[in-house]
């Protein structure tokens, strides 16, 4: 028997032949601790159905489904390949039929401490991919230019890149994001005393300019930048911060990181251009679990570890936060979202391959490599 056939078979034996799954809800986290809340027995959600998708990333195969089949669990696996493979996986399968689903992305990130601490939750309207650039050596670099990274094609580091793959910015509905922000607002977020005193390091910083990462833990607007690297320290997160700025034309406030985020969304993006699911019900979470840089701005040391303390309640607060967002998709379906929350801003990626004009990007630039 082949590998294929063998998937194959595998699909068949948890799903009855014929019977398509139309989950209202979507929700992908990227990892098992993302996911451990969810799958637990105390879960709000019980998904006592696994459906095996082939093409998935390995040691999560199955797609978790709740018994009534209104909400999937799609874990797809830590980077940007495997989460690029996983959701294509996904919308390309037979099993699902994903037409009216609300995506909901969650995960953990490093938080920028100008903007919030461990333990808040991020809900982002932009997804920014900084990782598409050139780098070099740090120290051999000009001074002014702050860190080695340099969009493609640029002439400075503060320019819009020359070369543009289309996965660099994706922009989400934004009043999708205030209604979730609105009841994600209303949950009691969970901290730990590791967290709390990792947190008071930050208290009275220069000018005040961290005094966000000394208060306690909140739900917030804030956007998402992804990357394969992770990176940590004082002057590559300004840079970055930067790069967020440009590349949204201003209008990007870098709070969160991320891997996996914008290849997610290019793969959402490529479904909704063959209407196979519509752009405008996605929902980016992120959920403090580090700090992007330390609180002082000294040589790090290895082994460098992340977790300060935060890592159990980023993933806390994202479960209930994310759970009192699909809980009230739920019990508003038929009176508002079946028919879907219009978004008055514009949605997409920067081609404005859905239709519409982004607000950021270099137009000219767009206009000429899109005609290549």
């Not at 996911?35 to 959600?45: C, I, K, P, T, V």
């Not at 050139?134 to 640029?154: C, H, I, N, Q, T």
């Amino acid at each position: 028997m082949s590998t294929r056939d063998s998937a194959a078979q595998g699909a068949q034996a948890h799903q009855p032949a014929g019977a398509e799954i139309t989950p209202k809800v979507l929700l992908i986290a990227m990892f098992y601790e993302e996911s451990r809340n969810w799958l637990s027995s105390d879960s709000a959600l019980q998904f006592s159905r696994k459906v095996r998708v082939p093409g998935l990333a390995r040691g999560y195969e199955d797609i978790h489904v709740t018994e009534n089949g209104e909400v999937a669990l799609l874990v797809v696996g830590t980077a940007l390949i495997n989460a690029s493979l996983s959701i294509s996986a996904l919308l390309t399968s037979p099993l699902f039929d994903l037409t009216k689903s609300y995506f909901v992305l969650t995960g953990i990130a490093g938080v920028n401490p100008k903007r919030a601490t461990i333990g808040s939750v991020a809900f982002a309207k932009f997804a920014i991919q900084v990782d598409t650039q050139l780098e070099f050596d740090a120290r051999e670099v000009p001074e002014e230019w702050g860190s080695g990274y340099a969009p493609m094609g640029a002439d400075r580091p503060d320019q819009f890149p020359g070369i543009v793959h289309g996965s660099e910015v994706f922009e989400l509905n934004a009043d999708l994001r205030a209604y979730a922000l609105s009841v994600a607002k209303t949950v009691e977020l969970t901290d730990s005393p590791k967290a709390a005193e990792h947190r008071a390091l930050w208290k009275n910083s220069p000018g005040g300019v961290f005094d966000a990462a000394a208060q306690d833990p909140t739900v917030l607007e804030g956007d998402v930048l992804s990357s394969n690297t992770f990176w940590h320290g004082h002057r590559i997160s300004e840079a970055m911060e930067r790069v967020a700025r440009v590349y949204t034309s201003g209008q990007g406030e870098y709070t969160m990181t991320a891997q996996e985020d914008n290849a997610l969304l290019a793969g959402l993006l490529n479904a909704a251009l063959q209407e196979k699911v519509d752009f405008s019900r996605i929902l980016l979470i992120r959920s403090a679990s580090n700090f992007d840089r330390g609180h002082e701005d000294k040589p790090h040391e290895l082994p460098f570890v992340m977790d300060k303390g935060g890592l159990g309640p980023s993933t806390r607060n994202l479960y209930l936060t994310a759970l009192k967002v699909i809980e009230g998709i739920l019990e508003e379906w038929s009176t508002r979202f079946e028919a879907g929350i219009p978004a008055e801003n514009y949605i997409g990626d920067i081609f404005g391959s859905l239709g519409g004009t982004p607000g950021f990007g270099d137009k000219q630039n767009i206009e000429q490599i899109r005609s290549h």
